[in-house]
């Protein structure tokens, strides 16, 4: 019921850091969650463990098989390019009047985590509506995340650029997920410089309005 929850401890596992780390093991952590199935009953939260389980499994095996494609701008893709792409840009400069977009990278910066949820409006902005390449956002997650795992992160930026499975334009409507997941701006007023609800208002609605096209 919580799982697309943005802040605090306990809407999500955080089970993510060990698991990058290998301090917890997949097969471990699957065998105990279908013996409590047994023993106490499935329910939402057992199903959404296991479904994301299965999803960190698909990009470690969709890496075995495309491998570099991986880290092409054209993803999976026939044509391989690996052509540069910045490494180096100044983040809170870049998105000093976005105040969503400042507050997640403070966030990533800070604590070196994001919630499931804001990643995906994150990084869709990133790459649909600031135009960046989306390899750059892979390697911003990959320097910052404390639980970061090469194949679910490329896998997911490729996803939301469309370059990779399932390929089509991700396009997150970032004032309807504001709305939804953190409507009262808690969220923003403590990862970003913004703490006045008009102002943030009136720069998210400057910036976003319209886009993308409902």
């Given at each position: 019921e919580i799982r697309n929850g943005v802040m605090g401890r306990d809407y999500s596992t955080k089970f993510s850091k060990y698991l990058s780390l290998g301090r917890l093991n997949v097969r471990f952590l699957f065998n105990y969650i279908k013996d409590y199935e047994e023993k106490v009953g499935a329910n939402k939260s057992t199903y959404w463990l296991v479904f994301e389980l299965l999803w960190r499994e698909f990009f470690y095996w969709s890496y075995q098989e495309h491998q570099k494609k991986f880290f092409s701008l054209n993803g999976l893709g026939d044509d391989l390019d690996f052509s540069d792409f910045n490494e180096k840009e100044d983040y809170g400069f870049l998105f000093k009047d976005d105040p969503f977009m400042l507050a997640c990278y403070g966030e990533l910066r800070e604590s070196g985590f994001i919630s499931n949820r804001f990643r995906q409006v994150f990084a869709s902005s990133f790459i649909h509506y600031y135009q960046r390449d989306w390899r750059e956002g892979a390697f911003l997650f990959e320097q910052l995340?404390?639980?970061?795992?090469?194949?679910?992160?490329?896998?997911?930026?490729?996803?939301?650029?469309?370059?990779?499975?399932?390929?089509?334009?991700?396009?997150?409507?970032?004032?309807?997920?504001?709305?939804?997941?953190?409507?009262?701006?808690?969220?923003?007023?403590?990862?970003?410089?913004?703490?006045?609800?008009?102002?943030?208002?009136?720069?998210?609605?400057?910036?976003?309005?319209?886009?993308?096209?409902?």
């Open positions: 995340l404390v639980d970061y795992d090469v194949f679910s992160n490329w896998g997911n930026w490729q996803y939301l650029a469309g370059v990779g499975h399932d390929p089509r334009s991700r396009v997150f409507n970032v004032l309807k997920q504001i709305k939804n997941y953190d409507q009262d701006y808690s969220y923003i007023k403590s990862w970003s410089l913004f703490d006045s609800k008009v102002e943030i208002e009136t720069k998210l609605k400057k910036i976003y309005s319209g886009f993308p096209l409902d």
